[in-house]
């Protein structure tokens, strides 16, 4: 059975920083996309960042954090990572990791449908 978990949200100051985990177990994935979404109160989830579970290609990500957010992977841990710098009160919302199941798919899919698994959320909260 595949889980992810994610850990590392919490409450800090604007132009603060906060590092997100999302461990797997159950499944070592590879080719897989796995992806940050958010989702703040009454809004639709949101893409946030992508990258292939090995790291063996480009990384991407929405234009609202690029430039302050990192996504990256460790293999040997099974988790991946998102790094966020200079962090806004925008930012505020439920982090999700999620792992796309079609290890052939060639573009990175930003829309939440396109991935199977999802971890449970943690809550980042940016006060100004």
């Known amino acids: 059975q595949v889980q992810l978990v994610e850990s590392g949200g919490g409450l800090v100051q604007a132009g603060g920083s906060l590092r997100l985990s999302c461990a797997a177990s159950?499944?070592?994935?590879?080719?897989?996309?796995a992806a940050w979404f958010r989702q703040a109160p009454g809004k639709e989830r949101e893409f946030v960042a992508a990258i292939r579970w090995s790291g063996s290609s480009g990384t991407n990500y929405a234009d609202s954090v690029k430039g302050r957010f990192t996504i990256s992977s460790d293999n040997a841990k099974n988790t991946v990572y998102l790094q966020m710098n200079s962090l806004k009160p925008e930012d505020t919302a439920v982090y999700y990791c999620?792992?796309?199941?079609?290890?052939?798919?060639?573009?990175?899919?930003?829309?939440?449908?396109?991935?199977?698994?999802w971890g449970q959320g943690t809550q980042v909260t940016v006060s100004s």
């Open positions: 999620a792992v796309d199941l079609n290890v052939f798919r060639i573009g990175v899919p930003q829309s939440p449908g396109a991935y199977y698994y």
């Open positions: 159950g499944h070592t994935f590879s080719r897989n996309f």
